[in-house]
Nanobody
Framework: QVQLVESGGQLVQDGGSLRLSCAASGRTFINYHTAWFRQAPGKEREFVAAITWSGGSTKYADSVKGRFTISRDKDKNTMYLQMNSLKADDTAVYYC??????????????????WGQGTQVTVSS
């Protein structure tokens, strides 16, 4: 079992930056591929970015490519999402997720076994 806890979400102005964190506990993070998803009011949960357990490969949704950066710190058992040039459309609850080998850079929610409780990001225009 892996427990995931997101933090860092807050209200930010259009064009601003935020860094989200996802701290893992229970089992070491290193055995899992991980990802960020987000869900806006009235919309389905959508893929944002994914990173392999080694941190060597990443994948981004087209909507965030060039603005967001996913990373992970193995020593701290933590994953990050650096978000720059934020837009109102980025407003959502952001979730981190983890899964085994089969989840390698997958963009589907059903591929992941473990989820955090979410952190709210609100971008004011």
């Amino acid at each position: 079992q892996v427990q995931l806890v997101e933090s860092g979400g807050q209200l930010v102005q259009d064009g601003g930056s935020l860094r989200l964190s996802c701290a893992a506990s229970g089992r070491t993070f290193i055995n899992y591929h991980t990802a960020w998803f987000r869900q806006a009011p009235g919309k389905e949960r959508e893929f944002v970015a994914a990173i392999t357990w080694s941190g060597g490969s990443t994948k981004y949704a087209d909507s965030v490519k060039g603005r967001f950066t996913i990373s992970r710190d193995k020593d701290k058992n933590t994953m990050y999402l650096q978000m720059n040039s934020l837009k109102a459309d980025d407003t959502a609850v952001y979730y981190c997720a983890a899964g085994g080998a089969a989840t390698y850079l997958r963009a589907w929610t059903t591929s992941y076994d473990y989820w955090g409780q979410g952190t709210q990001v609100t971008v004011s225009s």
